[in-house]
């Protein structure tokens, strides 16, 4: 996937990003792009979300396997 649209962003831990999906999908929320691992197996393995708040600003939650990978080119 790419990234569809301007957006503000937000870095979770692993464990709670899945809870946090959890949550979200129970709550009903309209993803923009469904909760999913990107570079599954691969440096910089991330989980990813994309869904508008009330006010229609795009929001991205992720999450790394390896937090040091954040930054990493």
Do not use: C, S
Not at 1 to 18: I, Y
Not at 51 to 62: C, I, Q, S, T, V
């Amino acid at each position: 996937h790419d990234v569809p649209v301007p957006h503000f962003g937000v870095v979770l831990d692993w464990e709670e990003f899945h809870a946090f999906a959890q949550r979200i999908k129970a709550a009903g929320v309209a993803f923009v792009i469904d909760p999913y691992i990107r570079f599954k197996g691969q440096a910089g393995e991330q989980a990813t979300m994309f869904f508008l708040d009330p006010a229609g600003n795009a929001l991205e939650f992720k999450a790394f396997l390896d937090p040091g990978q954040l930054f990493a080119k």
